[in-house]
Structures are given as C-alpha cells and as structure tokens.
C-alpha cells in the first residue's frame, strides 16, 4: 500500500520501512539506568513523557528521543527509575498524534493508559526459579479445560474469598453450600491436565478504577498484550501487584499438576484509529482494503497485518515473553485464520525453542474476508501446512449437537440423520482413514490433520450457547434425563475420540447461561459457574470425573499418530444411521486392553447390538463408567439403550 510521509522520510510503501532485528524494544531496566526503544520508521519526532502515576495529571519531565537509520527511536534516563510511568508520542506528516503506552510494554498503571517501568525480578514470588512445567509425554495426553478468571469465583456459593480475581484460583479448600470441592480442588479433581484462560492480557472494556461495580467481559478487545489483566488482580493501580499474582497463580496451578494455556488475541485490537499500534506506527500493523480503509476480518472493526515483517516479529517476541517471563504452557489464538502460515510456524518454532510441549492451537477460520489470500491463510482447511499447530473441529462439535448458527438444529446426540460421518470424522482426529466417507463430513469434504494432535475435539465453549442450553432450545419436548443423556453422549464422545479434547469449564455440572448464547458482556448471574448446580448434578460430575480417568488410563484413546490410528481402530458396520461402532484393537499405544469396542447409540429407540465374537466387559454404560468392569457380557447380541454410549473392553 501506498504511505503519506513528511519530507523526512523517502517510504514509498511499508514494504520500505526498515525492519529492526534486535530484542531490546520497550525498555531495558537496572538500577543505573533505564534504556527506551521505539520502532517508529516514517516519524519525524518523538517523545517519551515520564509520569509519577498511571492516571494522574503528574508529569515528571518530557524528553526527545534519538533517531537510529534501523527505524528506532531510543533514550536513555539516567538513575533508577523504578515504577515511573511513561508514554510514547509521534510527530508525523507535520502533527502530534496522541500519547500512548508502549506496545512492548511489561507493566502499566490502570486501566493500561501509562506503560510502567518494571524490575520483573522483583515481581517474582518465592520460589519462582524452582516452577516447573508439570510432565507431559504427548500433545494427545492434553485434555483442555476452558475458564473465564471471573466466571470461577464470583459465585456467591463458590466458597472462593478472592471472588473474580487470579487469588482465586490459587485458594484451597474451598467448598459450596454442600462442603463439596469448588475452584482449585474440583478442577484437580476433575482430572484435567490444562486451564485455557481466556483473555488475561490488558484489554479495555473493564474500568479498573470503578471495579466497586458490577462489570463483565470476556477480554476479547486488547490493549497491552504483553501485560496481565487489571481487574482481575488485587490493586490494579501498582503495576506490579497484577504481575506479581498472575506468577503466583501460575505457579500454584504448576504446583497442583495443572498446566497454563493463555488465550492471545494478536489478530485484532480493541481500538483502530486510536489504538497503541496507530498512534505510533500509522497503519503499518494492520491490513487496508484496495480503497485504502481498514479491513475487518475479525468483524472488530481492524485485523492486524501478520505477514508484514514487524508485527509478526511483535507477535512472536510476545508468546516467547509469555513463556518464558510467566511459564505459560500453550496459546490457543483467537481468529487464528487471520494470521498467515508463515507466522503460525514460526510461532510454533519459536515457543518450542523455548520448550517443546508448549502447546499452540486455534481457530481455523475468520469473522470475515480478508485481503490475505486464503492459500495464505492459517485455516482449519490448511491445518496440514502448520507443523504442530493445532485447529478447532467445528466438524465434529456441530455434528455433535447441530449448527450453532440455527438455534433448534439438532446433531448425532439428538437423533439426526446424516450425522454419522462428522461424528466419525472426528473419532479420528480429522485424519485420513480409510472407513470415513468424507464427502458426507458437514464442513469437510477431507482430513485436514496430518497427525490427531493437531485436531482439538469439542462440543462446546465460551462462544454460542452452552451445551445443556443448546440440548434444551433444540429438543424442547425432551424431559431433562432425556437432556442429561444427550449430554454425556456428547461429552463420552469428545473425551474418548482421537485427538485432543477441550472441555468448557462448568459443562460437568450441566452449566447454563440460561439460554443466552452470546454473553461476551452479560452480567455474572449469566457467565458465573453456580456451585450449586454440582450438587445438584453430582452424578453428571463423577460420570465426566470417571471418563477423563479412563481416558488418562488408556492411552488406546490418544494414540499419537495417524498411522496409529489407521492400523489399529476399525469401525465396523451397524446398518444403522444412528449408530457407530468401532474397535481399537493391537494393545495400540501400549495399552493394557488389548482390544476396546465403541458402541455409540445416538437414536432415540433401544437397540440390540451384535458383539464380536468372545467375552466383553462392559466398562461404560452412560451412567456408570467402571474400569473393573460393569458386567460380563458373552451372549451374542446386548440390547444397548437410545442415546447411550457402551465401551468394553475383551477378557
């Protein structure tokens, strides 16, 4: 695209602008000195102004910065400057544009208006250096459980003293009205190896100054990505205190077996024109259309410029940060086809540098067109092109349960025809097989995984309405034992498929948001978890508990590669289009079992199911699941009831 410069500079287009290869942007503290750097190519002046608070009228003194041919500008402050603020400001083509934080900023004062000086070391709590990353052999041995910080505790049965804040998810011992476990010590008890944030970096919706009030959001509109969010911790006016928390929330989760998944949001910001980004480099972070306006693929308003050479360098300094800095284990990207290949690969290339079982995954689709080619794209379609790098399978989730576009749409579980090779699809991880008649996939007409881990299995997240709210608006006749089976069918299908599974925080105690599907901003009597509703589902709790067990302690339900996959799970034909049956047989992935058989009833009438020759011990029956063995069973046809899952294993 085409740029309008002053006379200083000779950019005919951004593809022009200098590209600065060091890791000092931002700034570098000690107690002698403090060192600023900022990319700012087509300026013709900028400041740095140093503040004595985040948000007050308390200017220290403003400085000129010095001009570099790299495209940075840079000062130096003398003495230590610890927790001063501070803010950046551009003269280009002949005017000041606005004051703004840093966009490599490591602290800043509320609500994110003034970047801070940091001395991270300080930050640390005791014990720091001694975190580890809890074990992790495969990407397949993941199962992912999806939490809003907020959504957690806020409850006013949730038992939890830090209500909506990072403290709370370090409490032990907490307990509902019942003295059953909440927070920490349920998701612990769950059996989940994963906690996937959403959005913990500094976003803006929420007014740090005014949290005496009720607010809600998701965090989906960001503001400094390299900083924890304001208002979940204890004082966001220190810069240090959210920081500081967010370290020991990390590490108590560590502590507890449980690793960290933040959820990034690199493909927009929560402002355009305005934005850090903007005001300091004009448009260069972001994509134009042909007429030169902003393009929105992420339906926010902008989408960032992935492909140009400083912002997927932003981008990648970013997760490395968040590795390294807080010990984040994985990033789950938002929009993620908003971003080209290339970047997610060397994202992915950069964090494994770091550690190799960080795990990275996404959304492989847009809000909308894009003027990067789609071949460019990191789409669910081009998964195979990212190494690593795994995408959602809306495949199997709307098979599953119905479109979550049409509201009374049903899936498998609620007895659609039609379903049955979306559901098999899934069942292998979106991978090659030879059993799975693609061209009868709803979203796919091939495999778009090259190996299981790279699909993340699902029925339902933070997005649309939960899973009991949408069994319930599509099945409006169905009894809630009816629903109840619908939903564990669905979750049985999920936690024992190929792949990777994700698990949305609440859904094992049949979580609602009392039919509302897009509460991004709705208050928290509809977000929150109510602790109550364990109690009152307790079974639907052990059931999901028991399946996790089962899955951690039969590795034939995570083989870790395709061919895996295809050498030792046969489906077998039912005759049946509301039903599906398969074998996993060969002790596949060193499992103790040396043959399991599926049995998946998604029909509303019982069935009689005709056994494979030998002695079968039922292991799961969609109300119980028993590794021990629920019941002998040798006769050579078992009646197998309507939405109900049956597994067995051979004698």
Same mark, same amino acid.
């Given at each position: ?30 107690? /002698? ?7 700012? !190519? +087509? ?15 308390? @200017? ?59 001395? $991270? ?12 990353? !809890? ?16 959504? $957690? ?30 927070? *920490? ?22 007014? %740090?100054?005014?949290?005496? =009030? ?88 902008? =989408? ?12 990648? %300094? ?16 938002? *929009?993620?086809? @908003? ?9 992915? =290339? ?45 495949? *199997? ?82 009894? %809630? ?7 564990? $069918? +669905?979750?049985?299908? #999920? ?7 994700? #698990? ?21 009597? @509809? ?22 067990? $089962? ?25 049946? /289009? ?15 079992? %040396? ?17 494979? =020759? ?38």
């Amino acid at each position: 695209m085409a740029i309008s410069c002053d006379n200083s500079s000779n950019y005919s287009s951004f593809d022009d602008y200098p590209v600065y290869n060091g890791s000092d942007l931002g700034h570098v503290y000690s107690e /002698e000195n403090t060192v600023f750097k900022l990319w700012s !190519p +087509a300026a013709s002046e900028v400041k740095i102004h140093l503040y004595k608070s985040g948000d007050q009228d308390d @200017i220290i003194d403003s400085h000129s910065m010095q001009k570099s041919s790299d495209g940075t500008w840079s000062y130096k402050l003398d003495g230590d400057a610890k927790d001063t603020y501070y803010t950046f400001q551009i003269n280009q083509d002949g005017r000041w544009l606005e004051e703004k934080p840093d966009p490599y900023a490591k602290a800043v004062g509320v609500n994110g208006l003034r970047s801070m000086i940091v001395d $991270l070391e300080s930050t640390d709590p005791i014990g720091w250096d001694d975190d580890v990353r !809890p074990t992790q052999d495969a990407f397949t041995d993941i199962i992912i459980y999806e939490l809003h910080i907020r959504d $957690l505790s806020i409850n006013a049965n949730s038992g939890i003293t830090n209500k909506g804040k990072y403290q709370g998810l370090t409490e032990k011992g907490t307990k509902n009205d019942s003295g059953l476990a909440t927070g *920490l010590d349920h998701i612990k008890d769950l059996g989940v190896t994963h906690i996937h944030l959403l959005p913990t970096f500094d976003h803006r919706s929420i007014d %740090e100054t005014r949290l005496d =009030e009720p607010q809600y959001n998701w965090g989906y509109d960001p503001l400094n990505y390299n900083v924890p969010e304001g208002s979940f911790s204890s004082n966001p006016y220190d810069g240090n205190t959210r920081i500081r928390e967010f370290k020991e929330m990390v590490q108590t989760l560590h502590a507890n077996g449980l690793r960290v998944i933040l959820d990034v949001v690199y493909n927009h910001t929560g402002q355009t024109e305005d934005s850090n980004f903007n005001q300091l480099v004009p448009d260069y972070y972001y994509r134009q259309t042909a007429t030169g306006e902003f393009s929105d693929a992420s339906a926010c308003g902008n =989408e960032t410029a992935s492909e140009r050479a400083m912002m997927r360098k932003f981008i990648i %300094e970013s997760v490395k940060y968040w590795s390294e800095e807080y010990h984040i284990d994985g990033f789950r990207f938002d *929009l993620m086809g @908003i971003h080209d290949i290339e970047t997610m690969n060397a994202v992915r =290339e950069a964090v494994h540098d770091i550690d190799p079982t960080i795990f990275v995954y996404g959304e492989g689709w847009t809000a909308g067109d894009s003027p990067l080619p789609v071949e460019q794209r990191a789409l669910k379609a081009n998964t195979m092109q990212t190494e690593k790098v795994a995408a959602f399978s809306d495949d *199997l989730r709307d098979g599953l349960k119905g479109s979550v576009f049409e509201h009374e749409d049903r899936g498998f579980v609620s007895n659609k025809p039609g379903t049955k090779e979306s559901i098999k699809f899934g069942i292998v991880a979106s991978t090659q097989h030879p059993q799975v008649d693609y061209s009868k996939v709803n979203y796919s007409n091939s495999p778009w995984a090259a190996e299981p881990y790279q699909t993340i299995n699902y029925v339902s997240c933070h997005d649309n309405h939960t899973l009991f709210d949408k069994l319930t608006i599509s099945n409006p006749e169905a009894s %809630e034992s009816e629903l109840i089976k619908m939903h564990k $069918l +669905a979750e049985t299908i #999920v936690l024992t498929s190929q792949g990777v599974p994700f #698990v949305h925080a609440g859904m094992e105690m049949l979580r609602t948001k009392e039919g509302v599907e897009n509460s991004y901003n709705s208050p928290d009597d @509809i977000n929150q978890i109510d602790w109550s509703r364990k109690t009152k589902y307790q079974e639907v709790f052990n059931y999901y508990k028991q399946l996790i067990q $089962l899955r951690k302690n039969h590795p034939a339900f995570r083989m870790t590669s395709t061919q895996d996959i295809q050498d030792n799970l046969e489906f077998i034909e039912t005759n049946n /289009e509301m039903v599906i049956a398969y074998r996993i047989r060969n002790n596949a992935n060193g499992d103790d079992w %040396e043959d399991i058989l599926v049995v998946l009833n998604g029909g509303d009438q019982d069935i009689n199911f005709n056994l494979p =020759e030998g002695q079968w011990n039922l292991v799961v029956d969609g109300v119980s699941v028993n590794e021990g063995g629920l019941r002998r069973v040798s006769a050579n046809s078992v009646p197998i009831p309507g939405t109900t899952p049956y597994i067995f294993h051979k004698d």
